[in-house]
């Protein structure tokens, strides 16, 4: 890999067979595949063959990527990803809520399994993020969506979830929460009911939670604060979450070694059976790969 992406070493303790990154990205070559003008942050390149270096280093044989912001509503970058392995590779695409059901359906016949829809409102970006897609969006796709069996993917504070949940569910779409719903000290504690907004319909199957202790930590890399999310997550229902490493890790200062948080997961988590679901069992159900 090259010398701008961060460092990967294998984990301590190998990964089960069919383990599943659930939540990557990539970047380039810009030479082929050009960011969008508008966009909140310009990423390093961080190609479908770094991502695939980055796999065989950890032991992952499939991977789901995840549309950056940063393309706003052009997939070419992830589909050719996929495209490269369609058997062990799925993308979450972005789409406007003008998209047609042709342009959907042209999605899920490339790979796309989902759509990310970020409702995060932050200073840093003056409103959301450049070139994603918000909630509003998801509602106006929502029925063709379902037409092509694609997922919703989401990205949004707690309280946003608390505020939006019934009518997120209400879309009758598998939905998947990014990043541990934003769940993170001290803005939400793991007793609050805003979190709790989140554990409900997670005990009842109903959404899916990607865990992913970085984005809402602040003490790595021990990410201590972010322990009784995840257990609360763990004890809710094993069965609807995912894992992966958010590589290349943009936007951050002190990028972690996707295998030292692998290595973190297994401190928390170390019964096998549990494991096996997060990292093979549930992504073969939500991503249709081919066990």
Excluded at 35 to 62: C, I, K, N, W
């Amino acid at each position: 890999m090259t010398t701008h992406l961060p460092t990967v070493t294998p984990p301590r303790r190998p990964l089960p067979p069919g383990a599943c990154d659930a939540h990557a990205h990539v970047f380039g070559p810009y030479a082929r595949f050009p960011l969008g003008e508008v966009r909140s942050y310009t990423p390093p390149e961080a190609t479908a063959d770094d991502h695939q270096a980055m796999l065989d280093v950890l032991g992952f044989q499939r991977a789901v990527i995840v549309q950056p912001t940063a393309y706003g509503d052009d997939n070419r970058c992830i589909m050719d990803a996929v495209a490269r392995d369609p058997e062990r590779r799925r993308a979450i695409g972005v789409a406007t809520g003008e998209a047609s059901a042709d342009r959907l359906a042209a999605l899920a016949a490339g790979g796309v399994a989902g759509l990310r829809f970020v409702e995060l409102i932050s200073q840093r970006y003056a409103g959301r993020p450049k070139g994603s897609s918000g909630f509003a969006d998801l509602e106006r796709l929502a029925p063709a969506m379902r037409a092509y069996g694609i997922h919703a993917q989401l990205f949004a504070k707690t309280e946003t979830y608390a505020e939006w949940m019934p009518r997120l569910l209400a879309l009758d779409l598998p939905l998947v929460l990014d990043h541990m719903a934003a769940a993170g000290a001290p803005t939400v504690a793991a007793d609050d009911p805003l979190f709790d907004a989140v554990l409900g319909p997670l005990r009842e199957g109903r959404i899916w939670v990607k865990l992913a202790v970085i984005r809402h930590s602040a003490n790595p890399p021990l990410y201590a604060d972010a322990r009784p999310f995840h257990d609360a997550f763990m004890a809710a229902n094993g069965d609807r979450l995912l894992w992966g490493t958010d590589w290349p890790l943009v936007n951050m200062e002190n990028r972690p070694d996707p295998g030292r948080l692998i290595d973190l997961f297994d401190a928390w988590t170390p019964d096998e059976t549990a494991r096996r679901k997060v990292f093979v069992d549930n992504p073969l159900a939500l991503y249709g790969f081919t066990a």
